[in-house]
């Protein structure tokens, strides 16, 4: 049966999008089908930002330590960022830009003045070795890379066929120096930049070994970014009703990398619109944290499951007044219906949240909020509103009813376009009516609430950080002592689940599990590399297809780790 929310959701829902409101919906057609896109959609994120930097132009935007920047201040330091780019680096439009670097205000602007400067933002894993930065630069055909000197350093003596530029973090017109400059050329650009355009690429890591680059355009782009604008005016509507409206600005703690789809869209995106203040910190520390939702009066969090559930239990979380803040969202990761009663109790003036969506839907799909969560605490929500096409289908795409499982499969204006240079996994991320395959096996319930159960593709999700076992098998075999091995997740109480590997060397090598390991970090990002490793005595379990049995390797080894 529907809640109260629920019904009041719809209620709003309709209020928005009919004729002449704001969030009215009119048909587009993507992928040859035809689906809602917002009426009064700007025509590009660069649209985005002039229109609503501008309007909130001296409002408390940025907070990063010592540093408190305004819409205004922030945009037009974007501006120069944007000429910077064109006149000194010769940045032409859809050239593709990568951003390597730590949260903060000049990552923002960096990544804003890209797209002002017609650029596509390319975001890159800030915690990639110079490895992996130079095949995700490499793999896009970067022209320019905007990186810290933490992952520039990284990148020396890597072949990398694009321009390094170094800046720093700090003051914007000192640490954005080397690609700084004073013009008009994103004022030119909003006359060029129109929906079609190349907008951004983030990774992914698959199941299918190195990561994917996904790239958008820019009505996908903000297509997601409204979908989630809409929900939050709806959500502040309904508490507006019951009298539960924060009263202090809009604000939320960035906690998230700004270079995931979470950190990109629901966090940094929407904000323009809504006028809120984002605090950044450098690295997650949950007493830090604490401190600065009290001093900040942050009225909106969003993480890993793991990041709210470690404020809710810190032993200090009774000495800090969070009243302010409202929303305790989650997404990237199941979060234990256990921890949703925790967060309840430990942040009784707030809800816990919920949301599911993936970096090809620009982070749109599910959500579950306020009491429905505490009613279904096992589920990722219903289809967000307007846009969200959910259906649940088989191997060969037809859908299936109510309650059986098959694979979660998203359609709106939102979804990327393809992965770069890989037409194959394009082609395969789709169904024949435009619908995203994500991967994931669940069902949707008699009230349209979506339940996840299972996962189709080989991935381990640590924390919210995507890993591709097979990336992870392809970097042991590299080593030459491997014979076989097999990655596979297993469970912790922190993180989720870890990746774990075994494996079997060639006949008279040698290799200890930490000389594995010590290995791996020179390859791969520590995230990636297996906390447990074994050696195996023997052969490893075959499939009669000769494959490893993944199952049954993982049946003999992951019940000793309890044991320990």
Known sequence: MPTELDKDIQRFTSAVTAPGQMFETVPTMRRGVEMPAFKNAPPSVAHYFAHFANEKKDVLFLVDGDLRLTF??????????????????????????????????????????????????????????????AYGINLCDCSLVLADPQRAKRMEGENISAKVVVFDHGVPAEGLEPIWAEGDTAMKMLGELGPDDLATILYTSGSTGNPKGAYSDHLGVVSGTMNYVAQTVMILQILTERGEAPTVQPSALVAVPLFHVTGEIPLLLQSFALGRKLVLMPKWDPRQALCLLEEEQITYFVGVPLMSYEMATHPERESFDLSSCKSFAAGGA???????????????????????????????????????????????????????????????????????????CIRTAANFLGYWKNEEATEAAYTKDAYFRTGDLGYLDADDYLFIVDRKKDIIIRGGENISCIEVEEAIYAHPAVAECSVFGVPDERLGEIPAAVYFTHKGQDLQPDELQDYLREHIASFKVPAHVWRASDNLPRLGTQKVDKRAVKATYAPSITAV
């Not at 910077?84 to 903060?104: E, F, P, W, Y």
């Not at 921890?339 to 599910?366: M, R, S, W």
């Not at 096992?378 to 009813?401: C, E, Y």
């Open 72 to 133: 205004g201040q922030v945009y037009g330091a974007a501006a120069c960022v944007a000429h910077g780019l064109v006149t000194k680096h010769g940045l032409k439009k859809g050239d593709r830009v990568g951003i390597a670097a730590r949260n903060s205000a000049n990552w923002i602007i960096a990544y804003m003045g890209t797209l002002m400067a017609g650029g596509c933002a390319t975001l890159l894993n800030g915690w990639w070795t110079g490895e992996e930065l």
């Open 334 to 408: 199941p979060r234990p219906p256990e921890h949703v009663t925790k967060i309840k109790q430990a942040f009784p003036d707030g809800f816990p949240l919920l949301g599911y969506g993936l970096t090809e839907t620009n982070a749109v799909g599910c959500g579950n909020l306020n009491e429905n969560y505490m009613a279904k605490p096992g589920s990722t929500g219903m289809p967000s509103k307007p846009l969200v096409d959910m259906a649940i289908m088989d191997d060969d795409g037809n859908k299936l009813a109510s309650g059986e499982v098959g694979e979660v």
